[in-house]
């Protein structure tokens, strides 16, 4: 077998390279470690060829302080080992958080839907962590030294080497033995897992409708044959590792009773001595222990080389960004050439060439019929999604010009599905901003006309939110505080997806309002709408049908020509200063 062409070796290669750094002193120390295990074998070496023939007292006490030193360097040592390997635990995760962090947030919409749920890298993360911090990795660095005892028990006699030697085949034949058998059951088992977690998450999420529709018992008879698939494979896993435990570990037992018989008939034919039974026994056990050890924890090994490469495919699918240099706030224009864009990951495109341009203070309504690409051009807009060609520009500067973070406070987006952060509604309408001013977030709320709704609720803005619930707000009061959230700050672009799905009439005219006056301050509105009502603030509508742009023009004109009725027909829109070139 070829090590570098082993997943599992490799696996485990490269984690033991990524902490080579650490490991250096650990090594250091496994080596004085490994040493001093030599001194109870000498010690009993010692005392049954020097002392009982002797029968010499001080020499037995000399031999007694010296072994206990060793004993207490060799237990400060092994502590020393875990501590750092604990250290290197932590400094793991560390330098990984916010890397996986990256791949929770930008996977999905850069490239596709996370592989084994998003659940999936942090649990990995846990399991590299939790291996590092264990005794594994200390078992590993153990198994050089197992040469070191078969030379000692070499010098002592071939045959007790040549013993040892067999009993260490034999223990490396049923670790790689083990590897094989249990290599698919603990994948298996990691891919059942990841099923029942993301029927977990999709129960928890669709509660309401599980319920309300009776679906209760199919749910639950779903949720129970993926529990006993999980059970069954577990207990498959469990199985064949324990077995290659048992095993190994009886054979250990043996080999040590076989080297014993072996230095004993060396002694009856008068080419070993009595303190070489008793020093090569313990030797040979020492030589195993690590082996043994190993297979132990080779359950462990494998779900931390499996989650490993898992972490590493999706780093490196997701290359860390590189923050470009900072820009002015855009202040002039949206830009939006020959856009075209789907679903990350779906190799399906479902916008098409659309193009136009906005000046500060214009307003664009986007209509047209159910999955004919409005929500994934606001997508596109937001840089939500990537485009496949073409190029979204603030200003004359592309979206991957511009810092994600710096670009955010530049952006108010309010999404179809609404949903809150775990945090009170002060902290959400401030997007989690530290030490946010309070009269801005006070200042969104009065323009979205919630203020008075916040401090109806207890608490007021310090009420809790968290999750789709929304503490148990309704859909319209989580629709309102979402636009407050979006004209936090006062943002250059706004997109509103339609914003008034779950609004009243007195939500409807407060949304008029606060498009108006972001309009006034020089903000540029993006608004998708199938009710008449969102056209009013609006200069420009575009139509889109099958992913394109069909049609695009002045508000007024656009009304008339697909013979719709808004509720401000009459009235001229505004002036552009540029206006928007014809939708291709």
């Known amino acids: ?47 049954y060829d020097d002392v009982l023939a002797s029968r010499s007292a001080p020499t037995l006490a000399g031999l007694l302080f010296m072994v206990t030193i060793a004993y207490l360097f060799q237990g400060a040592i092994d502590v020393i080992r875990a501590r750092v390997l604990m250290h290197s635990g932590a400094q793991a995760d560390r330098r990984f958080c916010d890397r996986i962090y990256d791949v929770i ?18 649990r990995d993360l846990d399991t590299v962590r939790a291996y590092i911090t264990g005794q594994g990795p200390l078992a590993l660095l153990d198994l050089p030294y197992v040469l070191l005892f078969l030379l000692i028990l070499t010098l002592f006699h071939w045959a007790l080497g040549l013993a040892t030697l067999a009993g260490l085949v034999v223990m490396v034949v049923l670790m790689l033995s083990g590897d094989r058998r249990t290599r698919e059951p603990a994948q298996h088992v990691a891919s059942i897992a990841a099923a029942r977690f993301a029927l977990a998450e999709d129960v928890r999420r669709n509660s309401e409708v599980v319920r309300v529709l009776g679906m209760d018992g199919r749910r639950r008879a779903s949720w129970d044959a993926v529990s006993l698939a999980l059970i069954g494979a577990h207990d498959q896993l469990a199985g064949i590792s324990g077995r290659t435990q048992v095993v190994s570990k009886a054979f250990r037992l043996f080999l040590q009773s076989f080297v014993l018989a072996v230095g004993a008939f060396l002694v009856i034919d008068g080419y070993a001595t009595g303190g070489v039974i008793i020093a090569g026994s313990i030797l040979s056990a020492r030589a195993l222990m690590p082996i043994e050890q190993t297979i132990g924890q080779w359950k462990g090994m494998t779900e931390a080389s499996q989650a490993w490469r898992r972490l590493m495919a999706l780093l490196n699918a997701l290359p860390e960004r590189q923050a470009p240099m900072p820009l002015p706030r855009p202040s002039t224009y949206l830009e939006v050439q020959s856009a075209v864009s789907g679903p990350p990951g779906r190799q399906r495109v479902t916008v098409a060439n659309v ?46 010009q511009w810092d994600p973070v710096e670009l955010g406070r530049h952006i108010g987006y309010v999404p179809q599905a609404i949903e809150m952060f775990e945090g009170t509604i002060a ?24 203020h008075d709704l916040i401090l109806a609720l207890p608490g007021g803005y310090e009420y809790p939110l968290g999750g789709p619930s929304g503490g148990g707000l309704s859909a319209g009061q989580k629709q309102r505080l979402a636009l407050a959230r979006a004209l936090y700050g006062d ?94």
Do not use: C
Not at 379 to 388: E, K, Q, S, V
Not at 434 to 442: C, G, K, M, S
Not at 495 to 508: I, T
């Open 105 to 122: 947030s930008r996977y999905e919409m850069e490239i596709g839907p996370l592989p084994s749920g998003g659940g999936a890298p942090v």
């Open 491 to 584: 943002p250059f672009l706004l997109v509103l997806d339609e914003p008034n799905s779950n609004l009243d009439a007195a939500g409807e005219a407060a949304l008029v309002t606060a498009i108006q006056v972001a309009k006034a301050r020089g903000a540029i509105v993006i608004m998708v709408g199938h009710r008449p009502s969102v056209f009013a603030a609006a200069d420009y509508i575009l139509l889109m049908a099958e992913g394109q742009a069909r049609q695009m023009g002045e508000r007024n004109e656009m009304l008339q020509r697909l013979n719709l009725q808004g509720p401000s027909a009459a009235a001229p829109a505004p002036v552009a200063s540029h206006s928007p070139p014809a939708a291709a």
């Open 1 to 47: 077998m070829n090590p570098s062409s082993d997943p599992l070796l490799a696996g485990v290669r490269s984690m033991l390279q990524a902490l080579l750094p650490v490991l250096r002193p650990v090594l250091i120390f496994s080596a004085v470690f490994n040493v001093l295990l030599l001194s109870g074998s000498f010690f009993m070496l010692l005392v």
């Open 427 to 450: 902290q959400n309408i401030s997007r989690f901003e530290v030490d946010a001013d309070p009269q801005a977030i006070i200042a969104a709320a009065i323009a979205a006309d919630v």
């Open 355 to 400: 193009s136009f341009r906005l000046d500060a203070g214009q307003a664009l309504a986007v209509i047209g019929h159910s999955g004919s690409g409005k929500s994934t051009l606001m997508r596109a807009i937001t840089g939500a999604w990537p485009l496949l060609r073409g190029a979204v520009r603030f200003d004359g500067a592309a979206l991957d």
